[in-house]
Structures are given as C-alpha cells and as structure tokens.
C-alpha cells in the first residue's frame, strides 16, 4: 500500500537530507515491524511543506519510521500513484 505523509520543512532545509535520514532507517527495524520504504519526496520550499511518498503495511508504520528518522509528520493518509 502506498502513504503520502506531509510534514513542515523550513525553506532553507535540504531535501537531500531529509531523504538520507528516511532511507537510513533499516527495512523492520522500527520495533520489529514490517518493512516501510520511502519511495518519493516533494518539496515546496515557498510553503514549507514536504510530501513523502512510502510504501508500508499502514499509516503507523509510516509514522514509526518517520519518528526513527527524527521526523514528524503532521498528516499520513492512504494514496495511490502511477510510478
């Protein structure tokens, strides 16, 4: 199942960091979960806003590995995509 999670990203930040710390977290390392892949990340420096793309079993996956990659996302909601 796909996740777009949506978080505050102050204009100056670096997506490329932000992108190294999600990718960072092992596959089930969040408390022996299931395996949550970050796939695509949007930023929109003129809002402050980033959008993230995973791959997950649930929303609270993707919020558990948003918390291991010092993340906090202020909304993860079900998605589709054409990839």
């Known amino acids: 199942?796909?996740?777009l999670a949506e978080f505050y990203l102050a204009a100056g930040a670096s997506l490329a960091e932000v992108v190294a710390r999600?990718?960072?977290?092992p596959p089930g390392a969040v408390a022996?979960?299931?395996?949550?892949?970050?796939i695509q990340a949007i930023f929109v420096p003129s809002d402050e806003t980033c959008f993230a793309l995973y791959s997950a079993q649930s929303a609270a996956a993707v919020c558990a590995a948003g918390r291991a990659a010092g993340l906090e996302f202020d909304r993860v909601t079900r998605?589709?995509?054409?990839?």
Do not use: D, F, N
Request: glycine residues 10%; positive net charge; charged residues 15%.
């Open 22 to 25: 999600a990718r960072a977290v």
């Open 1 to 3: 199942m796909l996740y």
């Open 79 to 83: 998605a589709t995509a054409t990839l």
């Open 32 to 38: 022996g979960g299931p395996e949550v892949r970050l």
